[in-house]
């Protein structure tokens, strides 16, 4: 059976870029949100295997919503996406839990290896 991952950024093409890498490469796409906090409800709803989480997104950036998931689901596996040059923040979603991150510019080898690291 596919993994099932929801896909969080503000940015649509985002969005649709990451799902194009993943749907090609087996993977399910369980839900897709545009903030932080459509995210925490669409992982309630749809319980994915993983969850691709941007970092700076309206009303709930990725660090609030990722400790949100990580209260409901303390086993949650999710993968933060950052622009170059956010290192503090990527150290703090680690630290909050976060499995691994990728920068942007996505290049799909990288997405795909993270993503196996995480799910398989």
Known sequence: ???RVLIVDDA??????IKDILTKNGYEVAAEAEN??????????SSPDLTL?????PEMDG????KAIKQLDPAANVIMCSAMGQQAMVIEAIQSGAKDFIV???QAERVLEAVKKVVG
């Open 12 to 17: 649509a093409f985002m969005r649709m870029m």
């Open 63 to 66: 660090i609030q919503a990722l």
């Open 104 to 106: 942007k510019p996505f």
């Open 1 to 3: 059976m596919a993994k």
């Open 53 to 57: 989480l941007d970092i700076t997104m």
């Open 36 to 45: 932080g906090k459509i995210a925490v409800s669409k992982y309630q709803e």
